[in-house]
């Protein structure tokens, strides 16, 4: 079992039991209908499933004090009316005679999950809790939350298993403050939280939920804080923010474990957060996480409250950790003006203490938050006739978009590979399938004589495996696919490959060609392939289409290089397949190889032909193919930053595409 699911059906007990609009949101059936779907999809039979315990009051004590967790001990023999009455010394806070045994165990199955995932039990997991916990303080519960489940597993990890750099990635929708307290002044600690903030006017209205608070102390710029200052953001606006701010900022961090504040309240038709980004996003989200920390991720239930979009989410949030393809991302991938200028102000904010950050212009500019929000309506209070009514509408909504998603089944096959030159030396994941099948010898044959470099008998023998396994992506049998041809032939079979694939009836197709392998001169500028070409004489983009540059020489010039000009263009093109061509001379180490596979991966719904020449080690052979069937790529090793030409070089493709690439831009037009 590679992904745990941690629960535990008595956090259903606490509810609500006086009339209050404002709490009444937090209800248990947000876990019976999650945890209902994950059974409906087959999901949860796939996960190895751990009953969630009680945390101990000491460990509640590394991160509340005596005082409180004795106060939320005495809930237990309160009345109805003296739980009302405590209940309003908080903000947004309910409680009930089981509240502190459904908070222990919410917090209990958070240690759980990272003691499974440290100990290699297993490789990540989900925490399905309630009460959630991110607002919650030292000494106060606060937004339905009674005990700071992530930071406590955060503090475990530190003090019981000995990690000095934890990533923290909050996506709820509301600012989880209480995380941001326990860890501003704590250097070991990152963390990221984006938040409905709308100029300092949605709750809990705090200016330190800003751009310009980014820590305490030797804490300084391990705090980000990325404010949405308006409704309606969607999949591009989520995903930028990671290319352009969380993932530059966690590869230098390069945490050993990353915990997930998994909210959904972020998600489309959610009340609360009034956002657009759908389901199949926050697979995205979660892949790309996974590259981080040797794929050792922990999501912990937070917010979510509209329960079909709740349970899609949470879905779809399980799959990713499973190792499934992510599904496409439905709609344009163009962030809005108000999400690049959050961007833009949180690069500003925090160039001074990141290098990654430092490859491009990050002159201040004015925080989003200083603008007047003069004329913008209040939120409607949870609970009340306006919070309903947009429910409503948001179930209506949702309802073609669920349909659109059930429509992309993952394929039987998740990853097939032909590499018969290399293969008594693999060490492979027990379910990739050995591919021993070609492509009907006529067809193959026919499009061999297109080069000459594809006379040879093993030539033709490799390329009739390749056009086999491309068919097999296209119709969706397999995934992603590996495969090996003679160096000599290496050109002309990607050449083969990209006309084949467009016959087949691809669309859009990514081709990312590293190495000796030039693009054919007479192929069709016509927008259905995009043609990355990398080891170039000098960085150009030729077109829109073909983008050629150089390879970058550090590990931080790799990472700029992948993070935004590779990924952003792949969310740009949205490929039905994507070509990832490692030729002769093409000059990646192992790690990085994988890396481009593993992120290349998550764009494109897991639908990657690797091609490699046959002189290739087994080990890279091996490393590929395990990321592309889900695993995470090995570690780049220490951060170092981008040299002067690869900045040069990135900052010159990325003015000449970003007019055209949307997903290039990190500041709102002027």
Known sequence: MRTALVYHEDMMATRLLWDDPECEIEC?????????????RGLEQRCLRLTAREASETELGLVHSPEYVALLRGTQALSTEELQALSGQFDAVYFHPSTFHCARLAAGAGLQLVDA??????????????????????????????FNNVAIAAKHAQQEHG???ILIVDWD?????????????????????????????????????????VGQGRGRGFTVNLPWNQVGMGNADYVAAFLHVLLPLAFEFDPELVLVSAGFDSAIGDPEGQMQATP??????????????????????EGGYHLESLSESVCMTVQALLGDPAPPLPGPMVPVHSALESIRSVRAAHAPHWMSLQQQDSAPVLSPSTCSPEGRASPPLPGGPEFKAAAAQATVAL?????????????????AVALTPLDTALVLPPDVLHQEASSPKEETQAWARLHKALAKDEAVTALGEILCLLDGILDGQVSSGLAATPAPAAAAAVDVATRHGLSRGAQRLLCVAVGQLDRPSDLADDGRTLWLSIRGKEAAALSMFHVSMPLPGTIGGFLNFALALVLPLAYGFQPDVVLLALGPAHGLWDSQAALLAALLRVPAGGRVLALLVEESTPQLAGVLARVLHGEAPPSLGPFCVASPGDKQALMHLRRQLESQWKMLQVAAPA
């Open 117 to 146: 995932v440290l100990t290699g039990a297993v490789h990540n997991g989900l925490a399905l809790v309630r009460p959630p916990g991110h607002h919650s303080q030292r000494a106060a519960a606060n937004g339905f939350c009674m």
């Open 28 to 40: 248990p059936e947000r876990l019976t209908t999650a945890l209902g779907r994950l059974q409906q």
């Open 163 to 165: 990690l000095h750099r």
């Open 173 to 213: 929708i509301h600012h989880g403050q209480g995380i941001q307290y326990i860890f501003e002044d704590d250097p070991s600690v990152l963390y990221f939280s984006w938040h409905r903030y709308e100029h300092g006017r949605f709750w809990p209205y705090l200016p330190e939920s800003d751009a310009d608070a």
């Open 399 to 415: 309802s073609p978009l669920l349909d659109q998603l059930h429509l992309c089944p993952t394929p039987p096959v998740r990853t």
């Open 280 to 301: 199949e996003c926050f697979a995205h989200l979660t892949q790309l996480l996974q590259v981080l920390a040797g794929g050792r991720v922990c999501a912990m239930l």
